[in-house]
């Protein structure tokens, strides 16, 4: 399903594979229990271990409709994820590093490129069918 109030339907931003068997996906129940659990219905009846981006309460609106920490890109053994310049930059980046162990964990700000509706792996991503 696509994310509430997210226009351009960005799975990116959603859910990311961690191995093989498992993906890392933002949790949307504060924001819409019926949407995350439509989600992760999807994701389960694919056999995939579901872990979750945790988010405090609010963090999803009509203004900020982005979870785009999961917006990033794998070069070899680096991860390098967005930021912006807010609260929960620390709490976003302190998961991403737990869960991706195995990888050096490097930030960038996208503060002013997330406001067009993408963040890095967007706007890095090789688009097909043009």
């Given at each position: 399903p696509r994310q509430p109030y997210d226009m351009l339907g960005h799975g990116d931003g959603m859910v990311r594979w961690i191995d093989?068997?498992?993906?890392?996906?933002n949790d949307f129940s504060n924001e819409?229990?019926?949407f995350n659990d439509r989600l992760i219905k999807a994701l389960k009846k694919s056999g995939l271990d579901v872990k979750?981006?945790?988010?405090?309460?609010?963090?999803?609106?009509k203004k900020r409709d982005w979870g785009a920490y999961l917006?990033?890109?794998?070069?070899?053994?680096?991860?390098?994820?967005?930021?912006y310049g807010i609260d929960d930059d620390?709490?976003?980046?302190?998961?991403i590093k737990k869960i991706y162990s195995g990888y050096k964990v490097e930030a960038i700000n996208l503060s002013?490129?997330?406001?067009?509706?993408?963040?890095?792996?967007?706007?890095?991503?090789?688009?097909?069918?043009?």
């Open positions: 093989e068997n498992s993906v890392l996906v819409s229990k019926s979750f981006m945790k988010y405090k309460d609010g963090f999803f609106t917006n990033f890109i794998k070069i070899k053994d680096i991860l390098i994820v967005p930021i620390d709490v976003a980046l302190q998961q002013e490129i997330i406001e067009l509706g993408g963040a890095l792996h967007c706007i890095t991503s090789e688009k097909f069918g043009r």
